[in-house]
């Protein structure tokens, strides 16, 4: 088999399993509602979990800092006490008052943090609980949804069989090729020639070009790259 043939192969297979895919993935309104609400439910997740690690950092900054600020305000007040003379016991109490500022304006916003780690983590856990429940009745109704498709999903399995038989019989790197132009091309990696132009991008193919692809076994189209066949070989 030639590689020409394993690759129009290979692309009609990826054609027949997108197609089944698309009908596997039209979910009746209470399964794409779970569907909808799951991945609503992960988003939030990695939201809430980027603000975790945000306000924990934050948290252990501020705490290194208000510990600071309690030592120094614990500092002023043995100079409070030690202080002998009206001059330096005037001037301690006003340190000590610097101090204490310092502290409370530290400490609001370390009590802020925790109080939204607090919310953050609450948040997270009705999220998994949910994640969980909304899970378990997607996979109860999946599989109803699935038997009642069952002749698409062993099909499917039958393909995705011969797809990886065929891709075994393929260079690396020319099947890396027709990989990334299923990902860069909608899914039409191999297409053939129609009336002298790409049967993809539609670009009129100069002359020598078509000459050469009756010659040869597979050529790139210039314009956008997709793997060119002659259909009157085959």
Known sequence: MSELSVLIELQSVHDNLRTI?????????????????????????????????????????LSVELDSAQKSEELAKVVV???????????????LDERQRQKNAVARPVKETELRIDSLERLENELRDRQVEAQKQFDELMAVFLAEHGNQVEAQARLVT??????ATLAPTLLNKFRRLLQQRAGRAVVGVDNGACGGCRTRLRTPFVAHLREADTLFCESCQRILYDPTKL
């Open 21 to 61: 895919q698309r009908d596997l993935s039209a979910y009746p309104p209470d399964l794409a509602a779970l569907d909808t609400e799951l991945k609503t439910i992960a988003k939030k997740l990695e939201e809430t979990a980027r603000g975790l690690v945000a306000s924990r950092s934050l948290f252990a900054n």
């Open 162 to 167: 011969r797809s990886q038989e065929l891709e």
């Open 81 to 95: 006490k030690g202080a002998t003379q009206k001059i330096q016991y005037t001037a301690a109490i006003r340190d």
